[in-house]
Nanobody, 131 residues
Framework: DVRLVESGGGSLQPGASLSLSCVAS????????MYWIRQAPGKGLDSVSRISHNSVVTNYLDSVKGRFTMSRNNAKNEVYLQMNRLAPEDTAVYYCVKNKDPYIGAAGINVAAAGPAANSWGQGTQVTVSS
């Protein structure tokens, strides 16, 4: 079975940095695009970033460009999100998501809109930014 387990969330002050990790199992992770999707309190799902199966392509939500960096280590079946200069509006549950088809880079907005029913999602990790 596909399993995605996120870790690294926490509570911190504005301007701080945090690194999220996602450990994947149950599939050949190097064949799949991966996503970080977040849900802020009372809001919908936003695609924060995505990375191609071979790390050649990364894309980011405009509001996190220059602050967040997504990467992966296929040898370890892990995906990461380095978040710098965190702001209160970054407060959300962050989910690690696997695209359902290998080598296909679905648009992040579509993956978020499809929700857990269409792709594989982790359980999420909470990030809270407040002063």
């Amino acid at each position: 079975d596909v399993r995605l387990v996120e870790s690294g969330g926490g509570s911190l002050q504005p301007g701080a940095s945090l690194s999220l990790s996602c450990v994947a199992s149950g599939f050949t992770s190097c064949d799949y695009w991966m996503y970080w999707i977040r849900q802020a309190p009372g809001k919908g799902l936003d695609s924060v970033s995505r990375i191609s199966h071979n790390s050649v392509v990364t894309n980011y939500l405009d509001s996190v460009k220059g602050r967040f960096t997504m990467s992966r280590n296929n040898a370890k079946n892990e995906v990461y999100l380095q978040m710098n200069r965190l702001a209160p509006e970054d407060t959300a549950v962050y989910y690690c998501v696997k695209n359902k088809d290998p080598y296909i880079g679905a648009a992040g907005i579509n993956v978020a809109a499809a929700g857990p029913a269409a792709n594989s999602w982790g359980q999420g990790t909470q990030v809270t930014v407040s002063s």
